[in-house]
């Protein structure tokens, strides 16, 4: 009963294009979502988050879409470049109560081609 | 991140022994939370705090217990570590936006 599925356990891109990683939810009280990077031996660390009053957040080269309809939002990488290869998680929580319980995905490792 | 700092990194220990982990952060946050990293299951919540003394139970609890006798010491302790509890484990706070910052992590083996 995986809450948060990552479909796609690995992706390959050539350097310079677009990385599109995918994330699927069920719970429809998940109400704010973040994406997480993580290099071998470290820590997750923060990449970008959307909450679910908007459709898309952009930072940079790393735009995350969501749609609610579909519980499922995307993480674009564009141009994907070749420290960007690690395993990046995706991540729900609801936000009612002041502690967020984030549930995260199995995780997507994305190598990036030179 | 500077800081929450885990300790120890890395740790082998023996099938029932009592093992204990810390996270130390200084940045004063109120929540504090663990989790551990397995293959195929992505970063699993085991406890969390939300103050001093205040714990709860997160999806994978069973054998574990925490304390946070200070805001800035949360212990996660494998009360009889078994084979199964072999992972990588995080600790994480959650700051003024609605993220975690997590620390470096420490590797266990039960051997």
Redesign the interface.
């Known amino acids: 009963d995986q809450q ?1 599925k ?1 479909n796609s356990p690995s992706l390959s891109v050539q350097e310079g294009r677009i990385s599109i990683l995918n994330c699927d939810y069920t719970n429809s009280m998940f109400d ?1 979502f ?1 994406w ?1 990077k993580k290099y071998p ?6 990449l970008i ?1 959307i909450s679910s009053i908007k459709d898309k957040n952009e930072d940079g080269r790393f735009t995350v879409f969501l749609n609610k309809s579909a519980k499922h939002l995307s993480l674009h990488i564009v141009p994907s470049q070749p420290g960007d290869s690690a395993v990046y ?1 995706c ?1 729900a ?1 609801t ?1 009612t109560s ?10 997507t490792r994305l190598k990036v081609l030179a | ?1 500077a800081g ?1 700092t885990q300790s120890p990194r890395h740790k082998v220990t023996e099938t029932g022994t009592p093992v204990t982990l810390r996270c130390h952060q200084t940045e004063n946050h ?2 504090m ?1 663990w ?1 551990r990293q397995d293959p ?6 085991i406890h ?1 705090s ?1 103050g001093v003394k205040d714990t709860d139970k ?1 999806e994978v609890s069973d054998g574990y217990s925490v304390s946070r006798s200070k805001t800035e010491d949360f212990l996660l302790t494998l009360e009889s570590a078994t084979s199964s509890q072999t992972s990588v484990y ?1 600790c ?1 706070t ?1 700051g003024f ?9 420490t590797r266990l083996t039960v051997v």
């Open positions: 948060v990552q704010y973040l997480y031996a470290e820590g997750p660390t923060f988050s998680f991540a929580s936000t002041g502690t967020y319980k984030y549930i995260f995905g199995t995780g | 991140d929450i109120r929540y939370y989790y195929g299951h992505g970063l699993r919540l969390y939300y997160g995080f994480a959650q936006n609605y993220g975690y910052t997590f620390g470096s992590g």
